[in-house]
């Protein structure tokens, strides 16, 4: 009778795993599909590769050592097909209507406290602006009485100017009359 060498025999026991725990009827199926092709590659029928496979499974645990105990500190390992599956449990209508409800809410309380923190800033703005206003106003004001000190003290200086000016016209005129009247003689 033909033997199952170690790779087939992993392959074979992998395929008949994915035959009896699929999760779909369609993996199922293709788990047993590829297990005959696997047994008919080696010339036997499916019963007896799986048979071979069962009996080297058997006496390699009998053949096997006592695995050793964890270190210290460590927990044993163990893998995910090992650990039973929890059957996952579907969300009814109401729930997921309850949750979304519930997320609104959250919704909504958020964008309430934005509005609120938005609120409050604007208040903050605003008296911020309000006493910039006031420093600006004060500014302007100042500035406003330099420049008309400065106006009066321009109009000032140019109607001195233009009194000296007329001043000195007056005089050349009167030293010039002074002089034609007084000296000619």
């Known amino acids: 009778m033909p033997r199952l060498d170690p790779n087939a025999r992993r392959r074979l026991d992998s395929c008949l795993s994915m035959a009896e725990h699929g999760a779909t009827a369609g993996e199922r199926a293709a788990g047993l599909a590829a297990a005959e092709r696997i047994a008919a590659a080696t010339g036997m029928t499916l019963a007896q590769a799986r048979a071979q496979a069962q009996g080297h499974a058997t006496a390699a645990r009998h ?12 927990a044993a390992r163990t893998h995910s097909r090992t650990k039973p599956r929890t059957p996952s449990k579907a969300q009814t ?8 409800d519930e997320e609104l809410a959250d919704q909504r ?19 911020w602006e309000d006493e910039m206003r006031a420093v600006q106003a004060v500014r302007d004001r100042e500035w406003a009485q330099r420049r008309d000190q400065q106006r009066r003290a321009a109009a000032a200086h140019t109607f001195e ?19 034609a009247i007084h000296c000619s003689r």
């Not at 006592?66 to 460590?74: C, D, F, I, K, T």
């Not at 209508?93 to 979304?100: A, C, D, K, N, P």
């Not at 964008?111 to 008296?127: I, P, Q």
């Not at 100017?161 to 001043?167: D, I, P, R, S, T």
Request: without cysteine.
């Open 63 to 74: 053949a096997a050592p006592p695995s050793s105990p964890s270190p210290p500190g460590r």
């Open 93 to 100: 209508v109401e729930e997921r209507l309850r949750e979304m």
């Open 109 to 127: 309380k958020r964008a309430a406290e934005a509005d609120r923190r938005l609120d409050r800033e604007r208040a903050v703005r605003a008296v």
């Open 161 to 179: 100017a233009h009194m000296a000016a007329m001043q000195a016209t007056l005089s050349a005129s009167r030293y010039a009359r002074h002089s």
